[in-house]
């Protein structure tokens, strides 16, 4: 049964991730992602972890793809525009793809990496656990990553606003 | 049976592969950046699996790490990409050279 819920996860998770990549339009790009995205919290419920499926679906899902589509729309893209490749381009391209090739038929072939067979508990235990590490072990970057937004959020505005006195003077 | 720790594993360095291929291939400035959400997203699977398999909660905060510093990327990303296309009234990366010589 998760075997099966694994394979038509990962198939359809591959496919979308395919769409992503190669669609010309991009809304129907950013669609893809959500799909995509999707599957990935499907399979991290399988793989127990609840409370990332529930903030992947919440921050990515609802607020990442959602951004996305605003700055599509905003920019009004055209779509189709077709690809040029240059030949310097080209050789990257055909390096990095073969690499890429080979490492994936070497992790398929011989990747044999030890593990015990997953180890699960439950919901509100698991949850209890996360939420002590989170408060103990990792504090510091917790801080840390309250300070980065905070810079995130500053560095948006600033962003924002030059370009909009530019324009005003211009 | 459930799958192994390989089949994630794979899978994560599958989609890792299709976001970079993307990021290779696309002329568009806001499908790549798509793209590196997708190698992102690929990334934390991996985690996920291998704080699963190994019975331990490390990964699992750092994937919850990743997620922030993913959405402060792309809210900063965006209002480059915006700023960008305001200056320069295309987003398309063959025509952003500007640092090019």
């Known amino acids: 049964m998760q075997q099966i819920a694994f394979t038509g996860l990962s198939v359809f998770s591959m496919v979308c991730a395919l769409g992503v990549v190669l669609n010309?339009?991009?809304?129907?790009?950013?669609?893809?992602?959500?799909?995509?995205?999707?599957a990935i919290a499907g399979l991290f419920v399988e793989l127990h972890a609840y409370l990332l499926a529930?903030?992947?679906?919440?921050?990515?899902?609802?607020a990442v793809v959602a951004l996305f589509l605003f700055i599509i729309m905003l920019l009004d893209m055209q779509g189709g525009q077709r690809l040029r490749v240059k030949p310097m381009q080209g050789v990257a391209?055909?390096?990095?793809?073969?690499?890429?090739i080979v490492g994936l038929n070497l992790l398929a072939v011989r990747g044999r990496l030890e593990s015990g067979p997953p180890v699960g508990g439950t919901v509100g235990s698991s949850l209890k656990l996360y939420s002590y590490q989170l408060f103990t072990t990792y504090l510091?970057?917790?801080?840390?990553?309250?300070?980065?937004?905070?810079?995130?959020?500053?560095?948006?505005?600033?962003?924002?606003?030059r370009?909009?006195?530019?324009?005003?003077?211009? | 049976m459930s799958p192994s720790l390989d089949a994630y594993v794979l899978l994560s360095?599958?989609?890792?592969?299709?976001?970079?291929f993307g990021v290779l291939v696309r002329r568009n400035t806001l499908v790549i950046f798509m793209c590196l959400e997708l190698m992102l997203a690929a990334a934390t699977l991996a985690l996920v699996a291998f704080s699963r398999f190994n019975n331990t909660e490390d990964g699992d905060v750092f994937v919850f790490f990743i997620l922030t510093v993913a959405a402060a990327e792309?809210?900063?990303?965006l209002a480059i990409i915006v700023a960008l296309f305001r200056r320069k009234q295309?987003?398309?990366?063959?025509?952003?050279?500007?640092?090019?010589h």
Do not use: W
Not at chain 1, 93 to 98: E, T, Y
Not at chain 2, 13 to 20: D, E, H, K, T, V
């Open chain 2, 90 to 100: 295309t987003i398309q990366v063959d025509h952003l050279d500007s640092l090019k």
């Open chain 1, 93 to 100: 391209g055909v390096i990095s793809a073969a690499l890429l």
């Open chain 2, 13 to 20: 360095a599958a989609l890792f592969a299709i976001g970079f």
């Open chain 1, 163 to 170: 370009t909009g006195e530019r324009e005003d003077s211009r």
């Open chain 1, 24 to 38: 010309k339009n991009a809304v129907n790009g950013a669609m893809c992602l959500l799909l995509c995205l999707a």
């Open chain 1, 54 to 62: 529930f903030i992947l679906i919440l921050v990515y899902a609802g």
């Open chain 2, 74 to 77: 792309v809210a900063v990303g």
């Open chain 1, 140 to 161: 510091l970057p917790v801080q840390v990553m309250g300070f980065l937004l905070l810079v995130g959020m500053l560095g948006v505005i600033v962003i924002s606003r």
